[in-house]
């Protein structure tokens, strides 16, 4: 547990929005150490971000062999690995004629997603989802259900109408050609891992197309093997117009981006920023990439296997993305976890994990044995 002197300094130096209590100091693989030595097997992954486990070899070596090539250059000139990394995104996005930009984070792809479906349709009405979360930049704020996020910041630059998760009828309620996009979680992440219900992901494709919307996917926590495909809206048979992506891209290293389907882009000018795509974030997003094509077939079987050991408490699980409905349980839960050396994360009263995609089956039957003995405490 991190030691009163540092957590006085925190408490002096840093704005206190954050609430936290441990203080990590390495990582390797699926598991993590504190400042004192102890040892926890991590279902949090730095919120589903560490898809290749902590410091996992070739990504560290990519960055640190970028880091003495080229750290920083700008997209006022052409930026090695940027091309041949969006090449395979668009491909494994399933896109054909794709195109990508690259972002920083998750809010600031869905920023871009926002600000290209506003300039491509010249219409400026949002659909969004309950519960559902995009991020906290004033665009993505004005697509983010939450009140608490949203109220105190008001007013927000777009009009947003929120749609229970699921609900076709109400979605067709608020529709009309006035609408520039629907934007939808393919599982929601921050709302404790709800994941769409059956055929809702094609009835949202259905009702974009009868009124000439965009639909953008925003798979920031769901991307990049989370679910066991590479994207999540891959278990439908749906096709969006945008995806946007961020968290599991890079393996910790801050990077975002969207690929939009062909004939959707922006225009010369219309959109920028001075660190998107970097070198570093490229070398580090395509080692991730190499790890991830060799394991992604066996996270569906690593899901599959957490959610056997929690079946007494009706676990919902895609991929490695698995949460429990909790309610006020969910911070006692929580403590005793990590009392017994296993991070897990509450969301909205959800008990949620998302570890490593590296995690081992020993791992992941030790953090079973752990959170059941919560659980059941
Ligand atoms: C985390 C998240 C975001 C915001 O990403 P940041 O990198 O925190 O800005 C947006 N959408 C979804 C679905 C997320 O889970």
Not at 30 to 43: K, L, Q
Not at 171 to 182: C, I, N
Not at 209 to 232: K, P, S, Y
Request: charged share 25%.
């Amino acid at each position: 547990m991190v030691q009163n002197e540092y957590r006085d300094m925190c408490d002096t130096y840093l704005m206190r929005n954050f609430s936290r209590d441990i203080l990590i100091t390495r990582g390797k693989g699926a598991r993590v150490w504190d400042d004192e030595d102890n040892e926890y097997i991590d279902c949090v992954a730095g919120i589903a971000v560490c898809s290749t486990g902590h410091c996992h070899p070739k990504v560290a070596e990519a960055i640190c062999r970028q880091a003495q090539e080229l750290i920083h250059i700008s997209n006022l000139f052409y930026i090695p690995g940027q091309a041949q990394l969006a090449k395979r995104i668009v491909e494994k996005s399933g896109l054909k004629g794709g195109r990508v930009f690259f972002s920083n984070s998750g809010s600031e792809a869905v920023e871009a997603a926002v600000k290209l479906a506003r300039v491509r349709t010249g219409k400026k009405r949002f659909i969004a989802f309950r519960s559902g979360f995009h991020g906290r930049t004033y665009g993505a704020l004005s697509l983010t259900h939450k009140e608490d996020y949203r109220l105190p910041f008001t007013p927000l630059p777009y009009e947003c109408e929120f749609v229970k998760y699921g609900d076709l009828e109400g979605l067709k309620a608020v529709m009309d050609e006035t609408v520039a996009a629907v934007i939808i979680e393919p599982v929601q992440g921050e709302a404790g891992v709800i994941p769409a219900p059956e055929g809702f992901m094609e009835d949202v494709r259905k009702v974009c197309n009868e009124n000439d919307a965009l639909m953008i996917v925003d798979e920031v926590q769901t991307g990049f093997g989370r679910t066991g495909t590479w994207f999540a809206f891959q278990h439908s048979t749906a096709k969006p117009d945008i995806i946007t992506m961020a968290k599991g891209i890079a393996s910790g290293f801050p990077m975002g981006g969207i690929v939009a389907r062909e004939g959707l882009e922006f225009l010369p000018g219309e959109h920028g920023g001075t660190f998107n795509g970097g070198p570093l974030a490229c070398a580090a997003a395509h080692a991730t990439i190499d790890v991830l094509e060799e394991i992604i077939g066996d996270i569906e079987r690593k899901g599959a296997r957490f959610r056997d050991g929690l079946a007494a408490y009706n676990p919902r699980q895609r991929g490695l993305m698995i949460g429990i409905t909790l309610g006020d349980r969910c911070a006692p839960v929580k403590q005793y976890c990590e009392e017994h050396g296993v991070l897990v994360n509450c969301t909205s009263g959800n008990l949620r994990l998302v570890p490593p995609l590296v995690i081992t089956d020993e791992e992941i039957d030790q953090a079973v044995r752990v959170i059941n003995e919560a659980l059941n405490s």
